[in-house]
């Protein structure tokens, strides 16, 4: 196993004595379960909340509200399938690449407008059916094309400079559903 602290117990036998261990990780919804103790701060860390939630509540961004993503400590997702029947879980995928590696996979740079404004120096093209592949493979086998990109032009922030910023229809939508 070298020094993984992750492996599937199904294709690896377990040679040592089991131990429980708090996760101490941050990449788990530390500042939920401090807030709200374990149980409800996990509930809390699964659920979706407006983005704004996050970033304070400046005028500036309010027409942020409408998109939702899981609050974290650092950048970590992750999914837990369940057994339909009794809800217990089966499996916990977890990626921590950053949001530009699948903005970028999907159109060849990172996105405007929290990524990327600069000039393209290059020609990079991306790859929109890897993207719903990974994301099928790795989330749900379910994820449609349209769940992965904006379908209108409503998201608009300001900069700091006050310069209209947007999500723009056909981009990566990095808080999909």
Known sequence: MGNSQFYNHIETEETSPVIDVDI???????????????????????????LTDFLGNDPVI???????????????EWH???DPDTGKIRRVTFTCEAPEYWSTLAAGYPSNPFY??????????GDPDK???????????????EDLFFQDNRYA?????????????????????
């Open 24 to 50: 101490v990780w941050l990449g788990y919804p530390r500042t939920f379960t401090v807030v709200y103790g374990e149980e409800e701060g996990l509930k809390q860390a699964d659920a979706l909340h407006p």
């Open 62 to 76: 309010a027409p942020l509200k409408a998109l939702s993503c899981r609050g974290q400590d650092e950048y970590c």
């Open 80 to 82: 837990v399938t369940r």
């Open 116 to 125: 990327y404004s600069g000039t393209h120096s290059v020609e990079a093209k």
């Open 131 to 145: 993207l719903l592949a990974l994301y099928r493979e790795f989330v749900n086998p379910e994820v449609q094309m």
């Open 157 to 177: 922030c300001p900069d700091a400079q006050g310069n209209p910023n947007r999500f723009l229809q056909g981009q990566y939508n990095p808080y999909n559903k």
